[in-house]
T-cell receptor, first 117, second 113 residues
Framework: DVKVTQSSRYLVKRTGEKVFLECVQD?????MFWYRQDPGLGLRLIYF???????EKGDIPEGYSVSREKKERFSLILESASTNQTSMYLC????????????????FGPGTRLTVT | AQTVTQSQPEMSVQEAETVTLSCTYD???????LFWYKQPPSRQMILVIR??????QNATENRFSVNFQKAAKSFSLKISDSQLGDTAMYFC??????????FGAGTRLTVKP
């Protein structure tokens, strides 16, 4: 089974702190994603990465950065946490499959519920 | 950009009965993929069922089936013989490329004993 793990289930930080959220997958997937989940808004893509040291902005990258130094690990960084970044953060991964009409679903981690006070 | 709409924020169903969750989407693409994900309380999000747009046949997975209406851009999920373990948040998702998955706002389903 694919396993995607996230470093913390619950996290409480103060405004202005630098926050690191870690995600690790054990299935050698090329693609990794960070989403935030808010009630009534579903999941929104923050950043994704399709290879080591590669990153692309999603729909809501402001206030966030990412790091992918190793294939299995994708980190989300809040440079200076703010109260509007209180949310559930979900990491996901999916393999790169070459071929027409071949697509794989995304596999999700358990989520990190971040509260910024 | 593609949008996904789930018009039912909350639903409930009695155990052993059937329930249908609605999802509509907006796209100009012809080839794409649709998914239903389940997120149980305090647990990991998992895939329930997937549908490729080029396939006319509706996907089924045990008690879960979809009604895919491509022309109407509708993708509903039917859960038969509902079980207490089906209580969860359900998300409909649309994907054109691996890096462009769009989620609906979710439907919170409660199965009552």
């Amino acid at each position: 089974d694919v396993k995607v793990t996230q470093s913390s289930r619950y996290l409480v930080k103060r405004t202005g702190e630098k926050v690191f959220l870690e995600c690790v997958q054990d299935m050698d997937h090329e693609n990794m994603f960070w989403y935030r989940q808010d009630p009534g808004l579903g999941l929104r893509l923050i950043y994704f990465s399709y290879d080591v040291k590669m990153k692309e902005k999603g729909d809501i990258p402001e206030g966030y950065s990412v790091s992918r130094e190793k294939k299995e690990r994708f980190s989300l960084i809040l440079e200076s946490a703010s109260t509007n970044q209180t949310s559930m953060y979900l990491c996901a991964s999916t393999p790169l499959v070459r071929g027409r009409n071949i697509i794989r679903e995304q596999y999700f981690g358990p989520g990190t519920r971040l509260t910024v006070t | 950009a593609q949008t996904v709409t789930q018009s039912q924020p909350e639903m409930s169903v009695q155990e052993a009965e059937t329930v249908t969750l609605s999802c509509t989407y907006d796209t100009s693409e012809n080839n794409y993929y649709l998914f239903w994900y389940k997120q149980p309380p305090s647990r990991q999000m998992i895939l329930v069922i997937r549908q490729e747009a080029y396939k006319q046949q509706n996907a089924t997975e045990n008690r879960f089936s979809v009604n895919f209406q491509k022309a109407a851009k509708s993708f509903s999920l039917k859960i038969s013989d509902s079980q207490l373990g089906d209580t969860a948040m359900y998300f409909c998702a649309f994907m054109k490329m691996y890096n462009d998955m769009r989620f609906g706002a979710g439907t919170r389903l409660t199965v009552k004993p």
